[in-house]
């Protein structure tokens, strides 16, 4: 008998080494069993999307389900069954927790439900304290995570489920098996809660096996997996999720065909720079907001957006050099300034804004829209937006809906939204959400258009002060804007604060030019005047 065990990840470099998910323990790398001590290596990865051959894709997962030895789990097939006498001894332990003052320690509430035998028995005492001590880890993880009480009714569900999957199948693997020679092995196909996540990482924690399969690409586990401990595949596809395969598919693709996804796969990857029209509608946008010179501007803004200095593509999200700058005064030079503002609005993704406001205020209490879209940590989560009730854009690209939620997130919580009075943080991250619930239509069409890699649409404004007055939810959503790559210029002829009540100086950069001017209006491209000289000719004859 040994009291130790000592397990660390394979070293996995590419999807090819994934094989060794059918080797057995003393087969790998760091496999070591003395009378004391075993050491062993565990395969886990998530691989997420699809590759080019889909049919090989989904004739994999079948073949897993055939294999022997391979434990093949998704939401379908999960046993969810818990006995009512555990669920009741459960509560009655989850009580003693909710009585005590600050909550039982983890330590503390593992040993009362290892007294009502709620955990995993198993009938080696080896084995048995391995699995109760990985516990233990496992919901320390979860406190850490969470950062707050285990006393909520979050945590409540969170522990049913963990100990009804361990019992269905902790316990059911290592009774039967000879784990000296082979851990469990499991494959999850498709979407998980929470718990089941945890769960996974449970059993990563134990040294079994773990590959997690999500054609559609969502990764459950980038918030949990923060020691490292699983490998990422992440293919260029992605498809809807299809239920689990229930026979191979016999579908053959033309050479053709793979030829053409082939093709794709080696001119057309993340950085590859050579681009097809919207190759990233799928990704998330990031802005990088660049800190540049006056003239660099009208240079910079001319450029797509995969040229830019700082452009590029990683892990399903695609980061876009941007730029927002607040022009105060004019130039001395009227021509060159005009020539300019004729120039950057002149451009087929650029939308002038010359009367304020230009959004409608959001009044009503967004109190409770906000507190549905938090996880359980406590953060804004973007399928919790997108599914929301209110959500206006269901009939958007379901990458731009992604894209707009985790933008309204960034926004909410980059904190350069200034607080008005009393305000604080929660206000104006709530006051923030609130406005960005409603984008203007033309403003909206803009971002419909936006191709991430290629040309970068433009918001400019015109601020003379004669036309009404940039409010705060104007400014909101400028940062937004901001926050999803769009190039925002804000011209200001007076050089008199508009923005700078509402948003903090370090959003932005702030040019001032020669002189000020009260009197000068724009049009767009086609149309400007300097009401002054205006003025001045037609008092011409009688001077």
């Known amino acids: 008998m040994f009291s130790r065990f000592t397990l660390q990840p394979c070293a996995l470099k590419d999807e090819s080494d994934l094989k060794q998910f059918e080797a057995l323990l003393e087969k790998r790398p760091q496999y070591e069993l003395t009378e004391n001590e075993m050491k062993f290596s565990y395969i886990a990865s998530r691989i997420l999307g699809v590759p080019n051959d889909v049919d ?321 940590g406590g953060k804004l989560h973007p399928d919790l937006i997108m599914n929301s009730h209110w959500w206006p854009h269901k009939r958007l690209p379901e990458g731009l809906q992604h894209g707009i939620a985790e933008a309204m997130i960034h926004t909410c919580e980059s904190e350069m939204c200034k607080p008005i009075a009393k305000e604080t943080k929660q206000d104006v991250a709530l006051y923030v959400f609130a406005q960005l619930s409603q984008i203007p239509p033309n403003i909206l069409e803009q971002l419909e258009k936006f191709d991430y890699s290629q040309e970068v649409p433009k918001i400019v404004i015109f601020n003379n002060e004669k036309s009404g007055e940039l409010s705060r939810s104007d400014a909101v959503l400028l940062l937004f804007l901001n926050q999803i790559g769009v190039d925002v210029f804000h011209f200001n002829p007076t050089g008199r604060n508009d923005i700078e009540p509402y948003i903090e100086s370090g959003a932005f950069d702030s040019h001032w030019l020669e002189e000020v001017n009260f009197d000068l209006e724009f049009h767009g491209s086609s149309a400007y005047k300097n009401l002054s000289q205006t003025i001045k000719g037609l008092f011409r004859p009688f001077l």
């Not at 490998?231 to 299809?242: N, Q």
Request: glycine share 4%.
């Open 56 to 376: 090989e894709y989904f004739n994999e997962l079948f073949d897993y389900n055939e294999a022997k030895g391979i434990e093949v789990l998704h939401e379908q097939n999960l046993n969810k069954v818990i006995d009512p006498e555990k669920l009741r001894h459960i509560q009655e332990v989850f009580a003693l927790h909710q009585e005590a003052p600050n909550g039982l320690t983890v330590n503390r509430l593992v040993a009362h439900l290892s007294g009502k035998q709620l955990l995993p028995q198993v009938d080696n005492p080896d084995l048995q304290h391995y699995i109760h001590t990985t516990f233990i880890s496992v919901l320390k993880l979860y406190e850490k995570q969470h950062n707050q009480s285990l006393k909520t009714e979050g945590f409540r569900r969170f522990l049913i489920d963990m100990i009804k999957l361990s019992e269905n199948y902790v316990a059911k693997w290592f009774s039967t098996i000879n784990y000296k020679k082979q851990m469990p092995r499991i494959v999850w196909y498709g979407d998980a809660t929470e718990s089941r996540i945890y769960f996974l990482y449970f059993l990563i924690m134990l040294g079994c096996d773990v590959l997690y399969y999500h054609p559609e690409g969502k990764d459950g586990f980038e918030s949990v997996d923060e020691e490292g401990k699983t490998f990422v595949v992440s293919h260029s596809g992605r498809i809807s999720l299809e239920p689990f395969p229930d026979r191979r598919r016999e579908r053959v693709a033309t050479v053709a065909y793979q030829a053409s996804k082939e093709i794709d796969q080696v001119l057309h990857h993340d950085n590859s720079l050579l681009y097809k029209p919207w190759q990233f509608r799928s990704y998330t946008p990031v802005a990088r907001t660049l800190k540049t010179t006056y003239d660099e501007l009208f240079l910079i803004t001319k450029e797509k957006a995969f040229v830019r200095p700082t452009f590029f593509v990683e892990n399903k999200h695609i980061y876009i050099p941007s730029l927002f700058a607040k022009i105060s005064g004019v130039s001395k030079n009227d021509k060159e300034y005009f020539q300019r503002l004729k120039a950057v609005t002149s451009f087929d993704n650029s939308l002038l804004i010359n009367t304020f406001p230009f959004t409608k205020e959001q009044k009503a209490n967004f109190q409770y829209h906000y507190r549905d879209a938090l996880d359980r």
